[in-house]
């Protein structure tokens, strides 16, 4: 018995491995990529783990989650689909009935997670009918836990592969005919998609800033995509931003990662741009799928911004230059919650304010489980 | 010669030069002489202008269908006349047609719409020995470098150009029937529109300019040509230390008050007084101290300032792209901001690099003080609200390269397109082929001047196919006053709302 329990726990190994290594050579970028490969990793995990009680599967997932978190420390999405999985886990050892249901509720309306985890704290009944269910039916219960949080983390994974399409239905309130929208963050799949899918329905003009140096291919392809769907695109350069902004009816970014203060953390220069739509009262519209949504808080606003390449900067070419001078290359950029009116997801619309409900409602089932939340943080 | 006559030229741009590429090839050696020796010999002169016209008929043809007839009288009429009469004020208009004859209008400038009413380039002169005839050769090679952002900067270009001026003055000779006095005036206008097609006028240029005609027409009549031309000069070099490089020292000097010892400065791209004043704290004031630099796309003058700053021991060079902006601002505790100007309007708005506006208002936001110093030969009466309406457009082609480029001007490409086409017609003979080549080899051209690598050249590289894709770079924009705490010029440091006050005072010192 326990060689094989070894055996399984050294694929177990081999899988955390792989996954982590390719997180930590930037194998895998995007929060996109990066989700959608967690899931797949997280379903692994499950179907080779090996446990004798649901709280011991617990605090298995819990580990692996730490230790891919600190793989790539500042690509939270990782640590928030192992706290959505988490979630699922707990639901279905709480017992909460229907285990189906329960994906559903965390998808669902809101009001219902609350009323459940309510239910559950002031039943009794629930909580020692799911002891009993793990102490007895130990490996038949084994089975179905882990069919049902496979289920569940396949719905996850279906939930993140549409977040474009979900996102897109509530383009059309959003923008008015003849508009002119600027953003700063070509990079952003979603927005692409935004605005693509609102140009079947509207007639506006999108100005794209190119993000010199780290993102400018991609925002010559992006301006490409969009011209090749009809839309009135301009290219301008980051320094253009204030010139062009008193003519600008929306700025429109792509966030990378969401906090629970309601800052975000976009491409460099999107502060500057935010800061700027502020002095003229435009409004900004940030876009992120609910993976994106991190209930860590920015305590420290160096550790969020990466360093990226200071050769995009400046390159050898200026060979005087390079020894003498001190060159960053900054590829982030933390966002304040005051410069952003409004973040749009798949699920809701959300007012920054308001992010703390969001996040209740995600976490509900964790919230009273008071270790969970200290380990995720970064 | 065949190849001036050539009618299968699609693209009416290559045509003029391939004339004159031709005809300046044949001419005589004369060409490396200054051509305002040539106006004296009228012999040498009418073949010129016998050549010109065969060349002109063949490009008016396919190019300029109404103003061919005026041409050929005018050159006719220049050929007959002596010299003497030719510079009568009835060929100022003639010149100036003829001018105007060696426009090209580039039909291929795509602006956003939002900006179409700013002026473009459109009309670029070429390098045709009837401009030169005309135009002084310091004339030319400045407009070349101005046009290539060689030469950049409001008080660089307003120096470069009264230098270029002296010059001319030096080779100017007055025609008979008319004094210094009232002709030198309109042979510098032709020199003048002559530059602006490389780029539009500064308000310090503008401000030069009408100083030196007015000065031109203070002259006493009595005085001689030479000595005109001697105090002329002597003033404009007066006018050079006075106004550009004094002010300089001057406004160093109520600046570098600010400067500490182990201060953070924060800067945008590059200003000449500005680069005097940290050279001077560093130097002679002996401070220590860290220098910011932020720095755009696609002039990169930040790269120049760094390149002169980094090697003062005492300065510590810090460079960033203007996206790290406010990353800088976080993390570093910036003391000031010093920021370069290009005019200061009526208003109390900045007028200067596009960008500075950012970077004026980030620092506003994060409480550091904002400077900006700005001689009195800067100031305008001019009024502004915004950066859209007024403004100057470069080449949207600038933008297309994710790297660092050097700019060719047009002139030159022109005639690189036509060395290249040349190659290709002797390979070919003449036929439709040889188009598609030069067309092809103009592409090729394109990539090796440009060095940009061949997948980024693909991505953009075909932007003007797109109808709905345009390409926006503008140069300036405007800084609202409420961000700049002070104005720092050789007359005092004032709040940005005293500039008018500034302007009554220099209309009085001049």
Do not use: C, L, M
């Given at each position: 018995m326990s060689s094989a329990s070894h055996v399984a726990s050294q694929k177990l190994d081999i899988l955390v491995d792989t996954f982590i290594s390719k997180l930590k050579r930037r194998q895998i970028t995007g929060s996109y990529k990066i989700a959608t490969e967690t899931c797949q990793f997280l379903m692994r995990v499950i179907s080779t783990s090996r446990w004798s009680t649901p709280q011991e599967f617990i605090q298995l997932i819990r580990k692996v989650g730490q230790r891919i978190q600190e793989a790539q420390p500042r690509e939270f999405v990782t640590g928030n689909v192992v706290r959505r999985v988490l979630a699922i886990i707990r639901d279905e050892v709480n017992g909460t009935g229907d285990s189906l249901n329960n994906a559903n509720v965390n998808n669902g309306a809101p009001s219902a997670p609350v009323d459940t985890s309510m239910f559950q704290l002031l039943s009794t009944v629930n909580t020692s009918s799911s002891t009993n269910l793990s102490i007895k039916e130990n490996t038949r219960g084994q089975n179905d836990l882990r069919s049902v949080v496979i289920q569940g983390i396949r719905e996850l994974s279906d939930e993140i592969s549409s977040v474009n399409e979900n996102i897109e239905a509530m383009t059309v309130d959003l923008i008015h005919e003849n508009e002119v929208l600027l953003t700063?963050?070509?990079?952003?799949g979603t927005v692409l998609n935004f605005l693509l899918k609102a140009s079947l329905k509207r007639k506006f003009t999108v100005l794209v800033t190119e993000?010199?140096?780290?993102?400018i291919e991609e925002c010559h392809l992006f301006a490409k995509k969009l011209a090749e769907a009809n839309i009135e695109t301009v290219i301008i350069p980051d320094s253009t931003v204030f010139a062009v902004m008193s003519r600008v009816g929306k700025v429109l970014i792509g966030a990378r990662s969401v906090f629970a203060n309601g800052g975000c953390v976009s491409n460099a220069g999107v502060a500057a741009v935010c800061e700027c739509a502020k002095e003229h009262r435009t409004p900004v519209f940030a876009v992120a799928g609910l993976y994106k949504f991190s209930p860590t808080y920015p305590f420290d606003k160096d550790s969020l911004i990466e360093v990226g390449n200071s050769g995009k900067v400046m390159p050898f070419e200026d060979s005087d230059l390079v020894g003498k001078c001190e060159v960053t290359n900054p590829v982030f950029d933390y966002v304040i919650p005051e410069h952003i009116d409004i973040y749009i997801t798949n699920m809701y619309v959300y007012f920054f304010i308001f992010i703390n409900l969001l996040f209740q409602f995600i976490l509900t089932e964790v919230k009273h489980h008071t270790n969970t939340q200290n380990i995720l943080f970064s | 010669m065949t190849d001036k006559k050539d009618p299968k030229a699609t693209s009416q741009a290559s045509v003029v030069p391939a004339a004159t590429a031709s005809t300046s090839a044949a001419a005589n050696a004369s060409k490396t002489g200054p051509p305002p020796q040539k106006t004296l010999t009228n012999k040498e002169l009418k073949e010129l202008k016998k050549k010109e016209k065969a060349a002109k008929r063949a490009a008016a043809k396919a190019a300029h269908g109404g103003a061919n007839p005026d041409q050929q009288h005018d050159q006719h009429g220049k050929s007959n006349n002596n010299n003497n009469k030719s510079q009568k004020p009835k060929t100022a208009s003639q010149l100036k047609k003829q001018m105007n004859s060696a426009k090209i209008k580039d039909t291929d400038v795509k602006i956003p719409a939002m900006f179409s009413h700013l002026e473009t380039r459109e009309q670029r002169i070429a390098a045709s020995p009837t401009v030169a005839s005309i135009v002084h050769p310091s004339i030319l090679a400045l407009t070349l470098k101005i046009s290539t952002y060689k030469v950049v900067g409001s008080s660089t270009r307003c120096q470069s150009m009264l230098e270029a001026f002296k010059d001319v003055i030096t080779s100017y000779k007055t025609p008979e029937g008319t004094s210094l006095q009232r002709h030198l005036t309109s042979h510098l206008s032709h020199q003048i529109e002559y530059l602006k097609t490389g780029r539009p006028l500064s308000v310090s240029m503008g401000n030069a300019i009408r100083w030196l005609k007015q000065k031109i027409s203070q002259i006493p009549i009595e005085m001689s040509d030479e000595d005109a031309k001697v105090q002329l000069k002597e003033d404009i070099d007066l006018f050079i230390q006075e106004k550009i490089l004094y002010s300089g020292k001057v406004i160093t000097q109520f600046a570098s008050?600010?400067?500490?010892?182990?201060s953070k400065i924060l800067t945008y791209g590059h200003s000449e007084v500005l680069k005097k004043l940290f050279k001077y704290c560093a130097i002679e004031e002996n401070k220590s101290f860290d220098i910011y630099i932020v720095d755009s796309k696609p002039l990169f003058e930040g790269k120049k300032l760094a390149k002169e700053l980094s090697s003062v021991k005492n300065i510590k060079c810090h460079y960033n792209l203007i996206t790290s902006l406010s990353s800088v601002l976080e993390r570093s505790s910036i003391d000031f901001c010093f920021l370069g100007a290009n005019s200061m309007l009526s208003n109390g708005r900045l007028y200067s690099r596009v960008g500075t506006a950012l970077v004026a208002m980030s620092s506003k936001n994060k409480s550091i003080p904002v400077l900006v110093c700005c001689e009195s030969i800067k100031f305008s009466d001019k009024v502004q609200l915004d950066s859209v309406t007024l403004n100057e457009l470069g080449d949207a082609d600038d933008m297309i390269n994710t790297k660092p480029f050097n700019k060719t001007g047009f002139n030159l490409q022109q005639y690189l397109n036509n060395l290249e086409a040349k190659k290709v017609e002797e390979q070919n003979g003449a036929g439709k082929k040889g188009q598609q080549q030069q067309q092809q080899s103009k592409k090729e051209k394109d990539d090796k001047l440009l060095q940009s690598s061949q997948k980024n050249e693909e991505t953009l590289s075909n932007w003007k196919d797109y109808p709905s894709l345009n390409i926006l770079n503008v140069l300036y924009d405007l800084t609202p006053p409420e961000y700049i705490q002070k104005i720092i010029t050789e007359v005092g440091a004032l709040p940005p709302s005293s500039v008018p006050v500034i302007l009554r005072e220099y209309k009085s010192i001049t």
């Open positions: 700063p963050t070509p990079g952003s993000s010199y140096p780290n993102d | 008050g600010h400067i500490q010892n182990n």
